[in-house]
C-alpha cells in the first residue's frame, strides 16, 4: 500500500525501511506538501444521483434510517453546553433499528426518524453553512430529501436545517489526519463478539456511511452506492454464520473496485485457505495459467509456466474463479485477475491436488504448500540478499537495465552509477521498491520545479466536501538524466510503485510499457466491522495534474502489451523486448 511524500512518509521509512529518523526527517523536509482544509481549493465532480425505492417495506425503511442517521451523525453539531460528550450515535441506531422493523405505518415510521434526529439536536436557528451550494459537495446529492414515499416534510426541514446551519465545526466522529488528509474516525464503540443482526447492520451502516461522505473516488465505482446499500440490506440481516457475515463484509467492499479493499478479504482464513502452492497464477483469456514459480529450488512436484490450471481438487478452476469475483478484485481488468489468481489457488490443507493441461495432455499433480506469508517471507528475503548485488546493467552497448526491486537509498547511487552514461535507462517497477528510493529517482531522472501528482482529500468538517492539493513540493534537479526513459509497469505496479511512475512521468522524455498498473494509489484509512474484522480502502485519490484520476485506471501507459501463454511459456519478457525495440526504432523515438 503506498505511502506518499507527506507526514505518513516519517512513520514508513523509519518503520519499514531502517532509515534513521534524521534520514526520514530530512526526506520530509525536501518532499512534504502540507494540506490545508482552510486554504486547499474544493475538488468539484457531479455527485452520483440519490436513489428512491419505489415500495415502503423493511429493506426501504431500513435505507432511509442509514441514511438519516449517518447524515444527521455527520452533519449535526453537538451544543458544548448543554452536551459534554459526543452523543452514542451507535445507541440511537440500535434502539431505532427494531422500532423501524416494527413501524408498519408511514406515520410510525417518520416518527422514529424525526425523534432520532432530534436526539442529534435539530441544528440552529440561523442558516450559517458557509458552503450552502451542493455544487461544493462531490460527494453529496439530498435530492432523497424529497422521497414522499417514506420520508415526510417535516424530516425534510429537518434535515435541510442540519445541512444549511453547518458552520464546519470539526466532527465528532471524523477528522483529517494532520498533513495527509486520509480519514480517521473517532468516538466508535468497538464490538469484539460476533454480531447478531443489529450489530450487522450497525457495521453495515457505519461502513456505507464513511464511504459515502468521505471515500474520494465514490463516483468512480460501478454500481450507485445509493443501490449498493439497499441491495446489501437484506443480505446482512440474512448473514447468520461467521463465513456468511463475511462474505458479505467483502462482498460490500468489493463494490469500491479498489484494490487496497482486497488485501484482508486475501488473508482471512474464513474464505480462503492459509496455504499456496509453488505457483502464481495469471488469467490470459479465458484460461489460468501458472506464470511464475515462486521458488525453482523447491519445485520438486515439476509445475511449469505456461501449464493451464483446470481444476483445483476436483472443482473446475474457471468456476471456482467466477465463484471468488464477488469478494475480491481490483479496479480493473489486471488488477482484478492477480487478486481473484490468489484465491483460486488459496488452499485450506498443506496437501492438495492440481489438474493442469500440458501440450494437450491432463496432467494430476499432488502439490506440497507452504503459507502465504512462508512464501512472502522468502519473497522479503530474496529481495534483501539482493540489495549488494547489482541491479543495473548494460543490456545493449548504449541501453541499460534498472531492476528498481531490491534498490534502496544505500544502493541507488552506486547502481545508478554504473550506467549513468547509457543514452537509454529502462527502469523497472514491476515491484514493490523501498520507498526510500523516490527521493533518489527525483534527484536522477527529473526535472527541476516539477509538480507530478496532486490529491483529493475528503474534508471532514463538510461530510461530501473534497479539497485538492499538490501532492509534494516541486521537485527535480538541474543534474537529471537527459536521456531516454522506459518504464516497466503491470499488475505488480500498484500504489507507492504507481506514486513512482507518475514521478518519473514528470520528465517528458519518459515512456512507460506494459500492462494496467493496479489503479489504487493513495494512503490507506480504515475501518473496523463488529466482531473486530478490519477493512481498509485508499483514503485519498491520486492525481496527474489537470486532475486525471489513477484510481482504478492505473498510471498513463503509452506503449500497452500484454503477456500472452506461449510468452509465459517460452519465458520471454516481452515487455521488455518492446521497451528495447521501442529505443532502437526511429519511428519511435522518445
Known amino acids: ?174 477528522y483529517n489526519r494532520k498533513n495527509e488528509g486520509t480519514v480517521r474516525l473517532s468516538n466508535e464503540n468497538t464490538y469484539t463478539s460476533f454480531a447478531d443482526e443489529k450489530l450487522r447492520l450497525l457495521g453495515l451502516f457505519r461502513y456505507w456511511n464513511v464511504i459515502n461522505f468521505f471515500y474520494p473516488s465514490k463516483n468512480y465505482t460501478d454500481e450507485n452506492w445509493d443501490e449498493v446499500l439497499y441491495t446489501s440490506i437484506p443480505k446482512f440481516r440474512t448473514a447468520s454464520s461467521q463465513v456468511d457475515y463475511r462474505k458479505e463484509i467483502y462482498r460490500l467492499t468489493n463494490k469500491l473496485k479498489d484494490r487496497h479493499t482486497s488485501y484482508p478479504a486475501s488473508i482471512d482464513g474464513f474464505l480462503f485457505g492459509a496455504y499456496r ?18 521458488d525453482p529450488q523447491k519445485n520438486k512436484e515439476g509445475f511449469k509456466c505456461g501449464d493451464i490450471l483446470l481444476s483445483v481438487d476436483g472443482q473446475d478452476a474457471i468456476h471456482l474463479y467466477d465463484s471468488l469475483a464477488s469478494f475480491t478484485g481490483g479496479g480493473n481488468r489486471w488488477s482484478e485477475q492477480r487478486f481473484i489468481c490468489n484465491a483460486v489457488i488459496s488452499i485450506k490443507d498443506s496437501v492438495n491436488k492440481f489438474t493442469v493441461l500440458r501440450n494437450g495432455e491432463r496432467r494430476v499433480i499432488h502439490s506440497r504448500n507452504r ?105 527535480g534537479s538541474e543534474g537529471y538524466f537527459k536521456g531516454q526513459i522506459i518504464v516497466l509497469v503491470n499488475e505488480e505496479t500498484g500504489s507507492f510503485s504507481e506514486y513512482a511512475t507518475m514521478l518519473l512521468q514528470a520528465n517528458k522524455k519518459t515512456k512507460v510499457v506494459g500492462t494496467l498498473s493496479s489503479g489504487a494509489d493513495g494512503n490507506v484509512s480504515t475501518l473496523e466491522f463488529p466482531g473486530q474484522i478490519k477493512t481498509i480502502y ?53
Open 371 to 475: 503459507k502465504a506469508w512462508d512464501w512472502h517471507q522468502d519473497k522479503r528475503k530474496r529481495i534483501k540478499e539482493n540489495e549488494d548485488t547489482p541491479l543495473a546493467k548494460y543490456i545493449r552497448p548504449s541501453i541499460a537495465y534498472f531492476d528498481l526491486t531490491s534498490a534502496n537509498k544505500d544502493n541507488f547511487a552506486e547502481n545508478f552509477e554504473r550506467v549513468k552514461d547509457a543514452k537509454s535507462v529502462i527502469l523497472d517497477l514491476r515491484c514493490y521498491p523501498n520507498t526510500s528510493v523516490l527521493f533518489a529517482l527525483a534527484e536522477n531522472f527529473v526535472p527541476p520545479n516539477s509538480v507530478f501528482a496532486y490529491v483529493a482529500y475528503a474534508d471532514t468538517r463538510y461530510p461530501g466536501m473534497l479539497r485538492m492539493h499538490p501532492s509534494s513540493k516541486p521537485i
Open 1 to 174: 500500500m503506498r505511502r506518499g511524500i507527506s507526514t505518513v512518509c516519517l512513520w514508513v521509512i523509519t518503520c519499514l525501511t531502517g532509515c534513521t529518523f534524521i534520514d526520514s526527517f530530512k526526506y520530509h523536509a525536501q518532499f512534504s506538501s502540507t494540506m490545508n482544509p482552510e486554504k486547499d481549493s474544493i475538488y468539484r465532480e457531479k455527485a452520483q444521483p440519490s436513489y428512491i425505492p419505489v415500495d415502503f417495506n423493511e429493506s426501504s425503511r431500513l435505507y432511509y434510517l442509514c441514511k438519516v442517521w449517518g447524515f444527521a451523525k455527520y452533519f449535526h453539531e453537538r451544543n458544548e453546553v448543554s452536551r459534554k460528550k459526543p452523543v452514542n450515535a451507535d445507541s440511537l441506531l440500535l434502539n431505532a433499528i427494531p422500532m423501524v422493523l416494527k413501524a408498519h405505518s408511514k406515520q410510525a415510521f417518520r416518527s422514529v426518524l424525526s425523534k432520532m434526529i432530534a436526539e442529534f439536536g435539530n441544528g440552529g436557528d440561523k442558516r450559517s453553512n458557509p458552503f450552502p451550494d451542493l455544487k461544493d459537495y462531490s460527494l453529496l446529492d439530498n435530492n432523497w430529501f424529497e422521497d414522499t414515499i417514506c420520508l415526510d416534510k417535516k424530516i425534510r426541514t429537518q434535515l435541510e436545517q442540519l445541512f444549511y446551519t453547518h458552520t464546519g465545526r470539526q466532527s465528532d466522529f471524523a
Open 538 to 590: 485508499s483514503g485519498i485519490g491520486i492525481y496527474y495534474p489537470g486532475m486525471i484520476a489513477t484510481q482504478r485506471k492505473g498510471v498513463r501507459i503509452d506503449f500497452p502489451i500484454e503477456p500472452t501463454i506461449e510468452s509465459i511459456r517460452s519465458s520471454r519478457d516481452i515487455a521488455l523486448e518492446k521497451a528495447i525495440q521501442i529505443i532502437g526504432s526511429p519511428g519511435k523515438s522518445l
Open 277 to 294: 502452492p509453488n505457483f502464481q497464477l495469471s488469467r490470459i483469456g479465458d484460461s489460468l495459467v501458472i506464470s511464475k514459480i515462486r
